[in-house]
Structure formats: C-alpha cells, structure tokens
C-alpha cells in the first residue's frame, strides 16, 4: 500500500500524457514495476510479494484513484 500511495505523484504528474497517448508513460510503468505493481498476485516461492487479495485490491484501488487507467 506505502509504495502505491507513493506513486501517487508520478501517476498525477502523467494524467495529461496518459490521456493524450491512451498509454502509460514508459517511466511511470517501470516506477509500477518496480513497486511490484504487476506483481502483486505472485507466489514468494517464485519471487513475489504474495500479496493477499484484499490487499493487493486495495493497491489497485490506490493507484485507480488518481487515474482510473492506471488501475487496468
């Protein structure tokens, strides 16, 4: 949750180019991936947070708040 609550201000800073491009700004999807973003769901005996669903819902939502496309 800290580090999607931190995205925050990247994600606020990229509406405009995420409206204008229908995409996510290459930096902004490598500072997701970083956070474990895409991640979230795998299994740590794999490398992954194994995050748990309410959890990993509640990340989502974070990032969804400041730009819905972020979410999907």
């Known amino acids: 949750m800290a580090a999607a609550k931190a995205l925050g201000h990247r994600i606020k800073a990229a509406r405009d180019d995420i409206q204008s491009r229908i995409a996510l700004p290459d930096s ?29 819902f509640r990340a989502v939502e974070e990032l969804s708040k400041v730009a819905g496309s972020v979410g999907w």
Do not use: H, K, W
């Open 28 to 56: 902004l999807v490598e500072d997701m991936a970083q956070a474990n973003s895409f991640r979230l769901y795998v299994p740590r005996s794999i490398g992954g947070p194994e995050t748990d669903p309410v959890t990993a």
